[in-house]
């Protein structure tokens, strides 16, 4: 099944201590995306990857980093978490970028992070 | 940079109603357009796009045009269902990788 699953689907810490939520597709997708939901505030894109070994900021992207050394896997890095930084993050892949029709997004079914 | 205005909501409408919900758009260079849906519990799935101007995305009974020269893509359906029920959100996805999502509005649709 054409998929993006991401881990921990929910996850609870405290304030500086560095985690990962991995993300990762099965469909051979050239794009990938780290999202933040918040109450009001939509979407907010963190970081993108055009392609392996190419990420970009997104609008959001203090206190995150990321890595594509793999097609397919795409984690989010928190160094040092703050309470700020709970939120429901999404990750997403498309096929292709540019202005087609291959630019569609499939997202990840979300991880609920909660820093104390 | 670029942005995207959607409708405020909650919105509440009996079954069978017709909906709208509006959304236009900034954006530096010639952006892609979509409906997503988020239902429950769940991620976003697409609901609808729209490449260039003058075209229609449809599905599931609902459309939208891509409208230039008023940067609008409103969400229309004739006659709403409990099921329709949801989370829509607005966005736009330019070639440069960045993409850009409305805050979403609540639809909730009554028997």
């Known amino acids: 099944e054409a998929q993006v699953t991401q881990n921990p689907r929910y996850l609870i810490t405290v304030t500086g201590k560095k985690l990962t939520v991995t993300c990762s597709q099965n469909?051979?997708?050239?794009?990938m995306s780290w999202y933040r939901q918040d109450p009001g505030l939509g979407l907010r894109q963190i970081y993108y990857?055009?392609?392996?070994?190419?990420?970009d900021k997104g609008d959001v992207p203090e206190g995150y980093k990321v890595s594509r050394k793999e097609k397919r896997n795409f984690p989010l890095i928190l160094e040092s978490p703050s309470p700020n930084q709970t939120s429901l993050y999404f990750c997403a892949s498309s096929l292709g970028s540019g202005r087609s029709s291959y630019n569609e997004q499939f997202f990840g079914p979300g991880t609920r992070l909660t820093v104390l | 940079g670029n942005s995207v205005t959607q409708m405020e909501g909650p919105v509440t409408l009996s079954e069978e109603a017709f909906l709208t919900i509006n959304c236009t758009y900034t954006a530096t260079g010639y952006p892609s357009l979509f409906w997503y849906v988020q239902y429950p519990g769940e991620g976003l799935q697409l609901l609808l796009k729209?490449?260039?101007?003058?075209d229609k995305g449809s599905n599931k009974g609902f459309e939208a045009t891509y409208r230039k020269e008023t940067t609008s893509f409103h969400l229309e359906k004739g006659s709403v269902q409990v099921s329709d029920s949801a989370v829509y959100f607005c966005?736009?996805?330019?070639?440069?990788?960045?993409?850009?999502f409305g805050d979403g509005t609540t639809l909730t649709v009554k028997p």
């Open positions: 469909m051979n997708h050239e794009y």
């Open positions: 729209a490449t260039k101007a003058d």
């Open positions: 966005a736009l996805y330019t070639n440069a990788g960045k993409s850009t």
């Open positions: 990857s055009m392609n392996v070994e190419v990420t």
